[in-house]
């Protein structure tokens, strides 16, 4: 049980803190200091519901087909794999740097529209939910439900200290540099856990 919990943990959190527009959404929110807690609510809140729901649905495909698992555990490798390389590749370009340009305040309203586009017309969030940690939590069965909390639940921590945290890290995040060593310790961590995928039985 906790072996899945600490898979289900680290396997979200290498997911949601690559850069992406959702990311940078929630940064600049908090270094604006701007709809804070509605924007991680947001995005935490619809993590937790793609995630119970891939987990929930490939434990029901996974018992009436058994070989399904096996399936999905080595497209799960290959992903893996394709995505570190991806963090690799992105280090090598020289990294990013996050710094939100100074403007007037935004109405709630607004930033949830933003933020429900950001979260729901991503199509690579299904592939990371739906698809990456359902297919993933078929190896932890029965503690499948215990790594869909524990991948929630890091989704909640990531988003909460991104979005409240924001102005701390803003001096680190305006060089580039940082995102170079974020991005090299992403790929690191999913070629990991695509390893302990393969080679663990």
């Not at 600049?28 to 709809?35: D, I, N, Y």
């Not at 299904?126 to 499948?144: E, F, K, N, R």
Request: with cysteine; net charge positive; hydrophobic share 60%.
């Amino acid at each position: 049980m906790l072996e899945a919990a600490i898979a289900g943990y680290l396997v979200s959190l290498s997911l949601i803190v690559a850069i992406g527009a959702q990311n940078a959404f929630v940064l600049r929110q908090g270094l604006r200091r701007e709809h804070v807690l509605p924007v991680v609510a947001i995005c935490a809140g619809s993590d937790a519901v793609l995630m119970m729901a891939g987990v929930m649905g490939f434990g029901r495909i996974a018992e009436a087909a058994p070989w399904f698992g096996q399936a999905m555990r080595w497209l799960g490798v290959a992903f893996l794999l394709a995505y570190g390389a991806l963090r690799f590749r992105a280090a090598a370009k020289g990294g990013e740097a996050l710094v939100p340009a100074a403007s007037d305040p935004v109405p709630l309203r607004r930033v949830v529209a933003m933020c429900l586009l950001f979260t729901w017309a991503n199509p690579h969030v299904y592939l990371d939910t739906l698809v990456l940690v359902g297919s993933i939590s078929a190896q932890y069965a029965p503690h499948g439900l215990i790594f869909g909390v524990a991948a929630a639940a890091a989704s909640l921590s990531f988003f909460t200290a991104l979005g409240f945290g924001a102005r701390l890290l803003a001096p680190v995040f305006a060089r580039p540099r940082a995102w170079v060593v974020l991005e090299i310790a992403i790929g690191s961590l999913m070629w990991a856990i695509a390893a302990g995928l393969a080679f663990g039985g």
